[in-house]
């Protein structure tokens, strides 16, 4: 009997569907939320109100997709937190309903673990090639998303120990501020990706902030670099449109040897030679490059999520609750979603 997953994602400002059977992603479809973009940021109450636009529409194409019936569905994940309420709730009162009418089990599934599970995601024509790279175990991931940067010890599927944290802003957040700040749309770091690539990455010098053993800190890195182009654009009205490029290459290229150094470190300490990435930011192509090159030197075994599943999609979700339906975590009908929740 095959099993078939449908996955929900809807935490943020991307509504989701995806079909995962036994471990193989069928379709991953997602709506992405236009209405943002004019107020540099996502607008909570605007997000709800389009993730319920949305996911019917979503779920349907992605089932089409995929190619196979609402009947073959075994069980339904969806996001339970973290993330924005009103958001969280749309996906869980959908997932709760699907449930109950087709009576399949519920699964509900935290949004940093389905981050770093999508790790072993496998594509259908990977059947055919037997040496697919999936992380074993134990391995550390470094989570990087818009909410969270995290260093975490996976021992297991679904048994995972947070052993550092950022402990002030995401480094997401500190890519999506700092491009901001240069007038640059949300969300901003992808636009600082593209831009750094016909830029100098020494140009300018900008603070590592400190922070104790694994933990990270990125807010005096923000500080810094609003400081650094108040000044500049003081002398010169034209600072950030003469050295855009120069900017955004010289801010990449500390957030990363920010992420790299500590992950050095933890590899050090703990003797963990497996490292993964996870998470919006590990789309970055900067990051993915440091990472390689510090591979190769270390002789770590390096996993990243291809692009497509970096940021948030609904694979990711239907692929964590593959593990959990093969160990039987089901939910019930009282579950609630939850804004916060630790891997
Ligand atoms: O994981 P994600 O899609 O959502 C959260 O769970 O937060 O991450 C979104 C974050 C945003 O801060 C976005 O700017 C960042 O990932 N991001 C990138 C890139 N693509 C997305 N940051 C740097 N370079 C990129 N190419
Ligand atoms: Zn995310």
């Known amino acids: 009997m095959n099993i078939t997953i449908l996955g929900i994602e809807s935490s943020c ?9 036994d471990g193989y992603i069928l379709s991953s479809v997602i709506a992405d939320q236009e209405v943002h973009k004019k107020y540099g940021g996502v607008v909570p109450e605007l997000a709800s109100r389009a993730h319920q636009k949305n996911i019917v529409p979503v779920v349907d194409v992605a089932v089409r997709q995929a190619r196979i019936r609402e009947n ?3 069980a339904i994940a969806f996001t339970r937190g973290p993330g ?11 997932a709760k309903g699907f449930a109950l009418a087709r009576k399949i089990p519920l699964i509900e599934v935290n949004h940093l673990q389905a981050h770093i599970l999508v790790l072993f995601l496998k594509e259908k024509d990977q059947k055919l090639n037997k040496n697919v790279k999936v992380p074993g175990f134990p391995f550390l991931c470094l989570l990087v998303s818009g909410g969270h940067t995290q260093l975490i010890i996976v021992r297991d599927y679904l048994e995972m120990e947070v052993i550092g944290q950022t402990i002030d802003d995401a480094a997401g957040e500190a890519f999506d501020k700092c491009a901001k700040v240069m007038g640059l ?10 831009l750094s690539l016909s830029g100098n990455p020494e140009a300018f010098v900008f603070t590592k902030p400190k922070a104790k053993r694994f933990n990270l800190s990125f807010s005096g890195l923000k500080t810094n670099f609003l400081y650094f182009l108040r000044d500049r654009l003081k002398e010169d009205k034209d600072f950030i449109k003469k050295y855009k490029a120069d900017l955004c290459a010289s801010l990449q290229h500390t957030i990363v040897d920010i992420l790299l150094e500590k992950c050095i470190l ?10 993964a990435l996870a998470g919006g930011v590990s789309a970055n192509s900067g990051l993915r490059k440091a990472f390689h090159q510090e ?16 940021t948030d999609n609904a694979a990711m979700i239907a692929i964590t609750g593959y593990y959990k339906y093969l160990k039987k975590d089901f939910a019930g009908q009282d579950i609630v979603p939850l804004a916060r929740m630790k891997p």
């Open 295 to 310: 591979a190769d030197k270390r002789n770590w075994s390096l996993f990243i999520p291809e692009v497509r599943y970096t």
């Open 13 to 21: 400002d991307d509504t989701a569907a995806a079909i995962v059977r």
């Open 72 to 74: 073959d569905i075994s």
């Open 84 to 94: 924005l309420l009103g958001s969280l709730l749309v996906g869980t009162s959908f």
């Open 185 to 194: 749309p949300y969300p901003g770091g992808p636009a600082v990706d593209k």
């Open 266 to 275: 933890v590899s050090e300490e703990t003797g963990i030679n497996n490292i």
